[in-house]
């Protein structure tokens, strides 16, 4: 069964930095697009960053500049370098992959979420 596995998660201060890793926990043939949300108490899940198989990327405009989106095919892994790190960065994050063994039967996955948090 296909599972992301995230790690990197913890409590950090205000200007302070983590990296996020998310992998797929079995060989996978067709991975397309890869991205990170996140979810702070009592508000809905947004997105963080995403990046194709391609590497073209997207990030939401309160983390511009601060995080990096990268990930590496031949691991089928993500990462999210988090730098300058807000207290309003608190949340869960939660890998997002579109993959599967065919591409026939891609579809999404999420991982089970991190947990950060950015003391002030």
């Known amino acids: 069964q296909v599972q992301l596995v995230e790690s990197g998660g913890g409590l950090v201060q205000a200007g302070g930095s983590l990296r996020l890793s998310c992998a797929a926990s079995?060989?996978?043939?067709?991975?397309?697009?890869m991205g990170w949300f996140r979810q702070a108490p009592g508000k809905q899940r947004e997105l963080v960053a995403r990046i194709t198989r391609g590497g073209r990327t997207i990030y939401a405009d309160s983390v511009k500049d601060r995080f990096t989106i990268s990930r590496d095919n031949a691991k089928n892994t993500v990462y999210l370098q988090m730098n300058s790190l807000k207290p309003e960065d608190t949340a869960v994050y939660y890998c997002?992959?579109?993959?599967?063994?065919?591409?026939?039967?891609?579809?999404?996955?999420w991982g089970q979420g991190t947990q950060v948090t950015v003391s002030s």
């Open positions: 079995e060989s996978i043939i067709y991975i397309n697009a």
């Open positions: 997002n992959a579109d993959l599967g063994m065919t591409i026939a039967t891609i579809k999404a996955y």
